[in-house]
Nanobody
Framework: VQLQASGGGLVEAGGSLRLSCVAS????????MGWFRQAPGKEREFVAQ????????YYADSVKGRFTISRNNGKNTVYLQMNSLKPEDTAVYYC?????????????????WGQGTLVTVSS
């Protein structure tokens, strides 16, 4: 599966953005989907994950209550709604796909990655 992320941009602190990740192929609904981010000079970190059915979601503590992950299997798309953005949310955001996993927070559990979309939050 190939992934294409979009929706990044420049926003003021307290604002909102919605990221989208469109997948090619007919097997999207088989994949658990995750969002990760990488800030300048830092390692890539887990943000959120949604199961293939959409029934289970998981979040990093740093975004819990502010970000919401969702998916539309009919449109082969996963979303990340980001509210109450903070300057520390500034990063390149990546979507990723995994058929199975032991720990959804680990980068190497995901077989496919999108190219990333930059989110910049100004103070």
């Amino acid at each position: 599966v190939q992934l294409q992320a979009s929706g990044g941009g420049l926003v003021e602190a307290g604002g909102s953005l919605r990221l989208s990740c469109v997948a090619s192929g007919r097997t999207f609904s088989s994949y658990h989907m995750g969002w990760f981010r990488q800030a300048p000079g830092k390692e890539r970190e887990f943000v959120a994950q949604i199961s293939w059915s959409g029934r289970s979601t998981y979040y990093a503590d740093s975004v819990k209550g502010r970000f919401t992950i969702s998916r539309n299997n009919g449109k082969n798309t996963v979303y990340l709604q980001m509210n109450s953005l903070k300057p520390e949310d500034t990063a390149v955001y990546y979507c990723a796909a995994a058929l199975s996993y032991r720990d959804y927070r680990l980068i190497n559990e995901y077989e496919h990655w999108g190219q990333g979309t930059l989110v910049t939050v100004s103070s």
